[in-house]
């Protein structure tokens, strides 16, 4: 993780995260998913056990506004991160 936004703890350890990511960690999410290029910001799992673990990615957001809307989203309706718990 580089900047980071949000954090919220998922249980287990995981944490649901807003923010950008780590040259290390574009590489290896690239792998599995073409839209991820280490530019912009990112909703990414993160292991509070390990912080040197690679982050997870999950999606990238469009701009900085979008990502700034989501943080907001989470911070205002805790009930969104309970359906995260729970998947």
Request: aromatic letters at 12%.
């Amino acid at each position: 993780m580089e900047e980071l936004f949000f954090s919220a703890p998922l249980g287990g350890g995981s944490h649901l995260c807003v923010g950008t990511i780590t040259n290390d960690e574009a590489v290896l999410s690239h792998e599995h998913a073409a839209f991820v290029d280490g530019y912009g910001y990112y909703l990414f799992l993160a292991d509070e056990g390990d912080p040197r673990k690679l982050a997870k990615v999950l999606a990238k957001f469009a701009s900085e506004d979008a990502a700034m809307d989501a943080v907001r989203s989470f911070r205002s309706s805790p009930g969104v991160l309970l359906q995260f718990q729970a998947a």
